[in-house]
């Protein structure tokens, strides 16, 4: 087992933070000497590694950057041409590779995402929103001190919150962020259904390889990455995608449909996604929402797809059934061991209760970021072959049923058996309930990759 | 056995490139140039040859030494690489290629030694069959249906899903006859063009709900 350098990692690519508020600030970095110096600035104010925590902080910190940051940070060409060409690229190049075409296309992104400012993630986790405005307050103030970098749009984030509390909502009604990959040397122990399958049938973690560079994958080897290996080491890929959600239409085709679909309405949005709305997963219970399974962290992960291979629980192009189709394509679910990603996001924009009045231009969404080593192999992988198309999981050109780029034509099979309350469904006509309105690819670099970078020694001979 | 799986043949040939070292382009050149301009959609003349699953042609320069321990080989000549795979018979294909896309393929292998032309198709068959090599391995995505077969299938699925999706939930009755219409109508409608159904009309985007 590799044991990893907790210290050395940035919290945030090791576990979710779970604090309700949240800011994106997407920095423009100015000259290259400032700007480092901005770096050393927000060391010195403490970046959040995976260290333990004896006591919850009330903020954390946390930085990436584009490629387009590290050229300007003047990184060796020797090491920026090392990097992996879909990172050097960015993720607006990749639009065609990722169906980020029609409504989801560059074109249509927030300016500062169209006009290529963002060179620079600075990630502000809080309890309060009073702690995150001190926080941000004081990164903002440390970029005009030096003159290194100044902010290209502030993207709040916040969780839902019902009856007064924080909740795992997002704007659909979903209850996410069920579980993430189990790796080697993370904090905790394997939960049963969030690493890989053995050839038992057991549940172990996955090679440390697959979510930090620098460690051995699930091949054996080093993922690329880029030179020297002390840039490389305990540092990660990111994806951040601004997914604008059009709950306006999301309701009206729910209950559209759930009009006409024989299980009712809460059972069709069960069919889209693998899960009820309060999170139970409709493998384990295909009839009702079970909020004992929700709250058991032993099981509500803790499924495969064997025993239903005809998508009769759940159907084969249902959202969690694409994005981690576990054992679905059969070969003890090792077909999907490279092909898994670390999510971590969080909710913007105002909850709007089911029935209440709701538009799809208000702001709102969820701010989906995920880790990989390999952006390339892991994250966009899933978005072309699982998300936006359907001949791995036997459903043709269908897409996702919930966030895949349908432009009005979409559909989506619900498989069924001689149940009348559970019958084979056709969901046609399906429009974009989520659009893309920006994002990029970034290097998550480790704390002594960090400390490299603002002092300029990054030496690749 | 070589060559067929089923009712689809394989089908590679390789045809020594002519080489003239007087001329001022290269036969390899001017046949790359060449295929450069032949479309790959279904506007590809081996559309008109409607028994064709996917055809393919590529010069073959020489193998690439790719450094010690390999041992460093060279071809004696350059090749065109045909390769396809197709319903029926090789005769009666190659008597197609002949007849239909002649000036294609008088265009293609014209650059190569021997090519004695498609005017005498007898020449031609002979002339392809002597530059064949056994096929043991080949792309046999479509489980021994033929592109009929397979594009009535793409169609019956696409409006079989379309039915479905516009019908689902009607009585017995009603949805029987409309079963029985969408039947009859499947029974007359004319086979989709190779290369591949018209793509679905996109409509413009939905615009969400304002």
């Not at chain 1, 770096?39 to 333990?52: H, N, P, Q, V, Y």
């Not at chain 1, 309405?265 to 899960?275: I, N, P």
């Amino acid at each position: 087992m590799s044991s990893i350098d907790v210290s050395d990692i940035q919290g945030f690519a090791l576990k979710g933070y779970n604090f309700p508020y949240a800011r994106y600030l997407l920095m423009e970095l100015l000259q290259p000497e400032p700007a480092r110096t901005f770096i050393t600035g927000l060391l010195a104010s403490k970046i959040t590694t995976g260290e333990r925590w004896d006591e919850k902080p009330l903020t954390t910190l946390n930085v990436a950057f584009t490629f387009n940051g590290l050229l300007k940070l003047e990184l060796p060409m020797a090491s920026l041409i090392s990097f992996p060409l879909e990172f050097q690229q960015g993720m607006k190049a990749r639009s065609e590779i990722l169906y980020d075409t029609g409504r989801n296309a560059p074109q249509h992104w927030e300016a500062a995402w169209r006009e290529n400012r963002v060179d620079m993630w600075v990630a502000v986790n809080a309890n309060t929103p009073e702690a995150l405005e001190d926080r941000c307050a004081e990164v903002e103030a440390l970029a005009n001190a030096t003159g290194g970098a100044r902010v290209a749009q502030s993207q709040p984030a916040c969780a839902i919150f019902i009856d007064g509390k924080a909740s795992p909502k997002e704007h659909f009604g979903y209850t996410d962020g069920f579980g993430n990959p189990d790796f080697q040397g993370a904090e905790r122990g394997c939960v049963p259904g969030q690493g890989k399958l053995t050839a038992e049938g057991n549940w172990e973690a996955l090679a440390t390889g697959e979510f930090l560079l620098g460690y051995a994958d699930e091949a054996g080897e080093l993922p690329v990455a880029p030179i020297p290996h002390l840039l490389a080491r305990n540092g990660t890929f990111m994806v951040y995608r601004k997914l604008h959600q059009n709950v306006a239409s999301f309701r009206a085709y729910l209950n559209e449909k759930g009009a006409t679909y024989p299980g009712g309405k809460e059972k069709l949005a069960s069919k889209f996604v693998g899960r009820w709305r309060d999170g139970t997963p409709i493998e384990l219970s295909p009839d009702r929402p079970q909020p004992s399974l929700v709250n058991d962290p032993d099981r509500h992960t803790n499924f495969t797809y064997a025993d239903d291979p005809r998508g009769e629980r759940c159907p084969l192009g249902a959202h969690i059934r694409r994005a981690n189709p576990r054992d679905a394509f059969g070969f003890n679910g090792q077909l999907v061991n490279r092909r898994r990603i670390m999510r971590r996001g969080l909710t913007y924009g105002d909850y709007v209760p089911d029935g209440e009045p709701v538009s799809d231009t208000d702001e709102r969404g969820v701010i989906f970021m995920a880790l990989n080593a390999s952006l390339f192999r892991q994250f966009e992988f899933i978005q072309q072959q699982w998300i936006e198309y359907g001949n791995d999981s036997h459903q043709g050109n269908d897409k996702d049923p919930l966030i895949a780029n349908h432009g009005g034509h979409g559909k989506f099979v619900v498989q069924g058996t001689m149940d009348p309350l559970n019958p084979p469904f056709v969901c046609a006509g399906l429009p974009n309930f989520v659009e893309l309105r920006g994002g990029d690819y970034f290097f998550v670099p480790s704390l002594t990759a960090l400390q490299m970078i603002a002092a300029g020694s990054i030496d690749p001979r | 056995m070589s060559n067929t799986n089923g009712q689809i043949y394989g089908l590679t040939i390789l045809s020594p490139i002519v080489q003239d070292h007087v001329l001022d382009i290269s036969h390899a050149i001017e046949l790359r140039q060449y295929l450069a301009t032949l479309p790959q959609d279904h506007t590809s003349p081996f559309s008109i040859l409607d028994s064709t699953h996917m055809a393919r042609l590529v010069v073959m320069d020489d193998v690439v030494y790719v450094g010690a321990p390999a041992c460093e080989e060279h071809l004696k000549s350059r090749y065109l690489v045909f390769e396809t795979n197709f319903d029926g018979d090789l005769d009666t294909y190659l008597s197609r290629m002949a007849a239909e896309i002649g000036d294609v393929v008088d265009s293609v292998w014209k650059h190569c030694v021997g090519y004695p032309g498609v005017t005498d198709t007898g020449a031609f068959i002979a002339y392809m069959k002597r530059c064949q090599i056994d096929t043991t391995f080949f792309f046999a995505d479509v489980n021994d249906h033929t592109v009929k077969e397979n594009l009535k299938a793409l169609q019956v699925q696409s409006a079989l899903a379309h039915f479905i999706a516009h019908h689902q939930g009607l009585p017995p009755a009603e949805l029987q006859r409309a079963f029985g219409q969408l039947l009859c109508s499947l029974d007359k409608a004319p086979l989709p063009p190779p290369g591949g159904l018209p793509s679905e009309k996109t409509p413009a985007e939905d615009r969400p709900h304002e």
